[in-house]
Nanobody
Framework: QVQLVESGGGLVQAGGSLRLSCAAS????????MGWYRQAPGKQRELVAR???????NYANSVKGRFTISRDNAKNTVYLQMNSLKPDDTSVYYC????????WGQGTQVTVSS
């Protein structure tokens, strides 16, 4: 069982930056693939970025070169650094932990104004 708590969302102007954090508790953090997903109103939830236990990363094409996912296993935390934000990035962002099962955080709202 893993509990995930996201923080760092908010309102930012286009071109700005935000850093999301996801603190995990309840299990061995280092064995989990950690990911950030987002879901806008009326749309399906989509993968933004994920980082494997060994540190390899994957990104959605729409965020490559702008977003960076990282993890600190000593702090049981995964981060998403978001730069050059666009209005299309507006969404609720969810933290995910995957190892045999999927665990989700409650989500944090990111709003990018034009």
């Amino acid at each position: 069982q893993v509990q995930l708590v996201e923080s760092g969302g908010g309102l930012v102007q286009a071109g700005g930056s935000l850093r999301l954090s996801c603190a995990a508790s309840g299990s061995i953090f280092s064995i989990y693939t950690m990911g950030w997903y987002r879901q806008a109103p009326g749309k399906q939830r989509e993968l933004v970025a994920r980082i494997l236990p060994g540190g390899s990363t994957n990104y959605a094409n729409s965020v490559k070169g702008r977003f960076t996912i990282s993890r600190d296993n000593a702090k049981n935390t995964v981060y998403l650094q978001m730069n050059s934000l666009k209005p299309d990035d507006t969404s609720v962002y969810y933290c995910n932990a995957h190892w045999m099962y999927d665990y989700w955080g409650q989500g944090t709202q990111v709003t990018v104004s034009s």
